[in-house]
């Protein structure tokens, strides 16, 4: 039954058209299959005062909960927000189309698919075995400022904190099961602004090229080695994403010259300390600097809990998953402010591409998986 009940939920969900920041129909999707699981459903909206759209405001977040008689806390934490689906599908994103073996849809792997795999999972996970909740949110692929975060806000002052937070982002890479995140490097973004005075070229002592100073901000930038890495991670970068002057004379000097900087970092550095770095760097050569962290690198040491990944994976699949801290970030880096927290999901190999599809055998897979992990750590 949970082999049909996953594929249908993850039809169900994908039919509802959710780019970020998401609300609405995909959160009263939901909320209609987990009420009659016995679940109690919470839904808010976050941001509704901020004007910023940078911000992504307003978002719509869900939490459910199911209190169990016995056993421990066991979340599961995942967004129904998708990104932008392009112009190119062979069929209508939002329309789930079975081909062969596969589903189509924008959010059939990223990650619609994983969170009706795990609701899938719920019928067969009676309530004395402890209690569930489901931690979604309409914003992971937006600038998640009132998405997770405010979740986590919410689940503290509900005392409803989880003892383990499964996290269904699509971490397996060339088949289900070979990959599974325990960790993530943190990630900051940073913009430098240098002034100048703008002139006639032929006149530079009237004038401030900015460009040289921007040069030299970026020589130094590139000169940094910030770390080897360690066990768990690669060594921390720092990338320049974008030049910008916008110039269009070719006898002027310009007033401005910018740049931004893209940081991923291990857990040998932390966001504030590289902001300060960059920033006494910049500043000495006449720039200016603002940044934002999108959040911190962080590990869950192997242990119980990816040891229940494992062993569920191989029982179903045939293979151990690799315990990882590659690729980009998640919501994983908020919530393991709360609890251990593992990332673990389904082939991402289409996940924000032109027809995005799932193996309708991984998603009753991947029911099977989640239902013993959930089983195993509520027992833990």
């Not at 909206?45 to 977040?61: K, Q, R, Y």
């Not at 910030?226 to 970068?237: I, M, Y």
């Not at 569920?312 to 801290?325: F, K, L, M, N």
Request: overall charge negative; proline content about 5%.
């Amino acid at each position: 039954m949970t082999d049909a009940l996953a594929l249908a939920y993850a039809q169900r969900l994908i039919a509802c058209e959710s780019v970020t920041p998401a609300s609405g129909a995909v959160f009263d999707a939901l909320e209609d299959m987990l009420v009659p699981l016995g679940f109690t459903v919470e839904r808010f909206i976050s941001g509704e005062d901020d004007d910023n759209l940078a911000h992504g405001a307003p978002v719509e977040n869900l939490f459910a909960i199911r209190q169990g008689t016995s056993g421990g806390h066991f979340a599961f934490a995942g967004h129904v927000d998708v990104v932008p689906p392009g112009n190119g599908w062979a069929s209508d994103p939002f329309v789930p189309e079975i081909k062969g073996d596969l589903l189509h849809g924008r959010g059939a792997v990223d990650m619609k698919g994983s969170i009706a795999a795990f609701v899938a999972a719920l019928h067969e996970i009676p309530k004395d075995a402890g209690t569930i909740s489901l931690i979604i949110t309409g914003d992971e692929e937006g600038p998640a400022i009132h998405g997770t975060r405010a979740l986590i806000t919410h689940i503290k002052a509900r005392g409803s904190i989880p003892d383990y937070c499964l996290v269904g982002e699509p971490t397996s890479v060339n088949r289900l099961g070979d990959m599974m995140k325990i960790g993530r490097r943190g990630s900051v973004n940073m913009w430098i602004s240098v002034a100048g005075t703008q002139g006639h070229v032929a006149y530079p002592h009237l004038a401030d090229n900015p460009i040289p100073k921007l040069i030299a901000i970026l020589a130094e930038i590139e000169s940094i080695t910030l770390d080897a890495g360690n066990d768990w991670f690669q060594a921390s970068n720092i990338e320049v994403t974008d030049l910008h002057v916008g110039n269009t004379a070719t006898n002027v000097i310009p007033a401005k010259a910018e740049a931004r900087l893209s940081i991923r970092f291990n857990d040998l550095q932390n966001g504030d300390a590289l902001v300060l770095r960059l920033r006494e760097l910049i500043e000495r050569h006449g720039g200016t600097l603002t940044a934002m962290i999108s959040g911190e690198a962080f590990l869950t040491p192997p242990g119980a809990f990816s040891a229940a990944i494992s062993e569920a994976v191989e029982q179903v699949v045939g293979i151990a998953p690799e315990a990882s801290t590659t690729g980009g970030t998640s919501d994983a880096r908020f919530l393991t402010k709360i609890c251990p927290v593992v990332e673990f999901g389904l082939c991402n190999a289409t996940m924000h591409k032109l027809d995005e599809a799932v193996a309708i055998a991984d998603l009753s897979a991947l029911t099977e998986i989640y239902r013993r992990v959930a089983l195993k750590m509520l027992a833990a």
